[in-house]
């Protein structure tokens, strides 16, 4: 057998070509075209060297392990190093992975499901219209059913009911968006309910388990092994780190693996038990996701090629199992139209209107969506896919089974012309199959360990060059602004105090500078505590002679101009900041300043300052010099 195994390194060789024109992107067609296109934006070569060392580390740690090792130290190994794959990729890319998990969370444009919900009033029922939502969402979210709201919801309420849990979560998130007014008006149950987007890479580690379990039932413990193995290195886990579509992979193989036990079962009330239960995890998922869509259809011809093929069962007892699983995946959707009057059509058909109307041309889409999904999965895969569907039906292997229905029914959706661009992302839901098809394609040769060692190099430094040439994550947030830290001159001694009655800042030190019909007045203060809201700064010139010049009431900024809301001064630090004050025809000589902090409104009235004097609203710094 090692003969016929030639092929996969073959297969590796044309892999590394692939990798070799995605790292100097010798043509931009690799990356779409006509309406849309990946951005090539290769990071730094410094940047490369947490993730290479996290590919190196685990692929060292994976082939000690793959034969010598209890199955569950490998899928331990395979769920560890997924996540870490994934937080080095990110961190890379953002450099904080907190920062990044936390930033492609919220942000609309990077995911989109979290800011939805908290734009979404609940409570006064026009959620229930939910056709109407999606077209009032606009962009990407137009093709968003309800499922991913409606969970952030649910955790933004349990965690509002729960401060203790959740405000210790929002006051160490809030540092990584303190500039972002919109984000600081969330509740702390909000701000917490991102720490499940922000869990992503952990869902992503914990779908070894299910992957592992099914390729081990539908074929043998060598094929589950190396498909375990291989699951950390798909590209797409890594570069979409913190989207939902990440964890899809994981209700797919639950599906499919209560769908292959259902087929398998002896007794009838099993069947259809696990048959159902495969049915309510596709009808939950595409609760969540149209990018289910297709999956009943895969299911539907697995279910005919394994249980007519591998398990020999009578066609009416497959269609038996249909039936259950139909009632399942109904269960979900028939409570949503109890509730809402809506079904999947209603929605399917409001998503169509905004994501049909994307014209691409369908000759080279056709071949563009089926190239960009394998890309993103790890394109090698394919070669050994298409040795599993052929293979594996001739010898009655389930895992062929599932290779040859997983094949036929991506062709059938490929050909429908129904994706728009994006499918390396949107249909993750299906790579974890390509990745049990294409291990076992490799397994059924029974290649050498230097066959599969050749493959995996290959199918890693793919992984490595497109996470880190490709941008795949757009955000519309950005990262926080770090306040000045150079002292100003001359001393002071005032304290702010907030609205509940506590110091929160304590003015040390100021000084002035004319800049044109300008003064720079710079203030240093010890930040106390977390400042409750984002205040505004006012400041008066007053004269020795005429009258006061005040200034409007403005956020602090650093002495480049970049504004540094009060919410980005951590408790701890000292900090200057810069506010203008107008000149006017004034003179300088013998004037003071009155320096006020206000509350959220800027017309608002000033917060109290602690000065020798006593408590006023103003504290008075001078002379100007």
């Given at each position: 057998?090692?003969?016929?195994?030639?092929?996969?390194?073959?297969?590796?060789?044309?892999?590394?070509?692939?990798?070799?024109?995605?790292?100097?992107?010798?043509?931009?067609?690799?990356?779409?075209?006509?309406?849309?296109?990946?951005?090539?934006?290769?990071?730094?070569?410094?940047?490369?060297?947490?993730?290479?060392?996290?590919?190196?580390?685990?692929?060292?740690?994976?082939?000690?392990?793959?034969?010598?090792?209890?199955?569950?130290?490998?899928?331990?190994?395979?769920?560890?190093?997924?996540?870490?794959?994934?937080?080095?990729?990110?961190?890379?890319?953002?450099?904080?992975?907190?920062?990044?998990?936390?930033?492609?969370?919220?942000?609309?444009?990077?995911?989109?499901?979290?800011?939805?919900?908290?734009?979404?009033?609940?409570?006064?029922?026009?959620?229930?219209?939910?056709?109407?939502?999606?077209?009032?969402?606009?962009?990407?979210?137009?093709?968003?059913?309800?499922?991913?709201?409606?969970?952030?919801?649910?955790?933004?309420?349990?965690?509002?009911?729960?401060?203790?849990?959740s405000q210790p979560i929002s006051d160490a998130l809030w540092p990584y968006q303190c500039h972002n007014f919109e984000v600081l008006a969330y509740s702390p149950g909000q701000v917490s309910a991102a720490v499940f987007g922000m869990l992503t890479p952990l869902w992503?580690?914990?779908?070894?388990?299910?992957?592992?379990?099914?390729?081990?039932?539908?074929?043998?413990?060598?094929?589950?092994?190396?498909?375990?193995?291989?699951?950390?290195?798909?590209?797409?886990?890594?570069?979409?780190?913190?989207?939902?579509?990440?964890?899809?992979?994981?209700?797919?193989?639950?599906?499919?693996?209560?769908l292959a036990a259902a087929l398998a079962a002896d007794r009838e009330s099993r069947r259809l038990i696990a048959a159902c239960g495969a049915g309510a995890i596709s009808g939950v998922a595409l609760f969540f996701n149209f990018a289910f869509a297709p999956l009943p259809?895969?299911?539907?011809?697995?279910?005919?090629?394994?249980?007519?093929?591998?398990?020999?069962?009578?066609?009416?007892?497959?269609?038996?199992?249909?039936?259950?699983?139909?009632?399942?995946?109904?269960?979900?959707?028939?409570?949503?139209?109890?509730?809402?009057?809506?079904?999947?059509?209603?929605?399917?058909?409001?998503?169509?209107?905004?994501?049909?109307?994307?014209?691409?041309?369908?000759?080279?889409?056709?071949?563009?969506?089926?190239?960009?999904?394998?890309?993103?999965?790890?394109?090698?895969?394919?070669?050994?896919?298409?040795?599993?569907?052929?293979?594996?039906?001739?010898?009655?292997?389930?895992?062929?089974?599932?290779?040859?229905?997983?094949?036929?029914?991506?062709?059938?959706?490929?050909?429908?012309?129904?994706?728009?661009?994006?499918?390396?992302?949107?249909?993750?839901?299906?790579?974890?199959?390509?990745?049990?098809?294409?291990?076992?394609?490799?397994?059924?040769?029974?290649?050498?360990?230097?066959?599969?060692?050749?493959?995996?190099?290959?199918?890693?430094?793919?992984?490595?060059?497109?996470?880190?040439?490709?941008?795949?994550?757009?955000?519309?947030?950005?990262?926080?602004?770090?306040?000045?830290?150079?002292?100003?001159?001359?001393?002071?001694?005032?304290?702010?105090?907030?609205?509940?009655?506590?110091?929160?800042?304590?003015?040390?030190?100021?000084?002035?500078?004319?800049?044109?019909?300008?003064?720079?007045?710079?203030l240093t203060l010890d930040v106390l505590k977390r400042p409750q809201e984002p205040y505004w700064i006012g400041s008066i010139l007053v004269p020795a002679s005429g009258d006061p010049i005040a200034a409007e009431p403005q956020q602090p900024r650093n002495a480049d101009?970049?504004?540094?809301?009060?919410?980005?001064?951590?408790?701890?630090?000292?900090?200057?900041?810069?506010?203008?004050?107008?000149?006017?025809?004034?003179?300088?000589?013998?004037?003071?300043?009155?320096?006020?902090?206000?509350?959220?409104?800027?017309?608002?009235?000033?917060?109290?300052?602690?000065?020798?004097?006593?408590?006023?609203?103003?504290?008075?710094?001078?002379?100007?010099?």
């Open positions: 057998m090692p003969g016929k195994a030639r092929w996969i390194v073959l297969t590796a060789a044309l892999v590394g070509a692939i990798a070799v024109v995605f790292a100097f992107d010798l043509t931009p067609w690799v990356r779409g075209g006509y309406g849309w296109r990946w951005t090539y934006d290769p990071l730094s070569l410094p940047a490369w060297i947490l993730p290479v060392a996290a590919v190196t580390a685990y692929s060292i740690g994976a082939a000690l392990l793959v034969r010598r090792s209890a199955a569950h130290a490998l899928v331990a190994w395979s769920a560890l190093g997924a996540v870490v794959l994934a937080l080095a990729v990110t961190a890379a890319h953002e450099g904080d992975a907190v920062y990044g998990l936390f930033a492609r969370t919220i942000s609309k444009v990077g995911t989109g499901p979290f800011w939805l919900s908290a734009t979404i009033d609940w409570t006064g029922g026009g959620w229930r219209d939910w056709t109407a939502v999606m077209a009032s969402a606009g962009g990407h979210l137009s093709n968003l059913p309800p499922g991913w709201a409606m969970l952030y919801a649910l955790l933004s309420g349990a965690g509002d009911a729960l401060p203790a849990i992503v580690g914990l779908t070894a388990i299910p992957l592992y379990r099914l390729t081990r039932r539908l074929s043998d413990e060598r094929t589950a092994r190396l498909a375990v193995v291989l699951w950390p290195l798909t590209p797409a886990l890594a570069a979409f780190a913190g989207s939902m579509n990440t964890v899809y992979p994981l209700a797919t193989l639950w599906a499919v693996g209560l259809l895969i299911l539907g011809l697995f279910a005919l090629a394994y249980g007519l093929r591998v398990e020999r069962r009578a066609f009416v007892a497959i269609v038996r199992i249909g039936i259950a699983a139909g009632i399942g995946f109904a269960v979900p959707w028939a409570l949503f139209w109890m509730t809402t009057g809506l079904t999947p059509l209603d929605l399917i058909r409001a998503s169509f209107e905004f994501h049909l109307d994307l014209d691409r041309p369908y000759a080279f889409w056709v071949v563009m969506h089926a190239w960009d999904w394998l890309v993103w999965a790890g394109v090698g895969l394919i070669v050994p896919a298409v040795v599993s569907a052929v293979g594996g039906w001739r010898a009655r292997s389930g895992l062929g089974a599932l290779s040859a229905a997983l094949l036929v029914g991506m062709a059938i959706v490929t050909l429908s012309g129904t994706a728009r661009g994006e499918t390396g992302r949107v249909w993750l839901v299906f790579t974890p199959l390509l990745i049990a098809a294409g291990a076992d394609g490799l397994s059924r040769v029974r290649p050498r360990a230097g066959h599969i060692a050749i493959f995996g190099a290959a199918h890693a430094t793919l992984m490595l060059v497109l996470t880190m040439s490709i941008s795949v994550m757009g955000l519309d947030v950005t990262p926080p602004p770090i306040p000045d830290v150079m002292t100003a001159d001359r001393p002071v001694d005032a304290t702010f105090v907030d609205g509940a009655d506590a110091p929160f800042a304590r003015l040390t030190r100021w000084d002035a500078a004319p800049a044109g019909d300008q003064l720079a007045v710079r101009a970049t504004i540094v809301p009060v919410t980005c001064w951590a408790p701890g630090a000292s900090v200057t900041a810069t506010v203008v004050q107008p000149l006017g025809t004034a003179s300088l000589n013998g004037a003071y300043l009155s320096i006020a902090l206000y509350g959220a409104q800027a017309g608002g009235g000033p917060l109290t300052v602690v000065t020798e004097a006593g408590e006023e609203r103003q504290v008075g710094i001078g002379p100007v010099q």
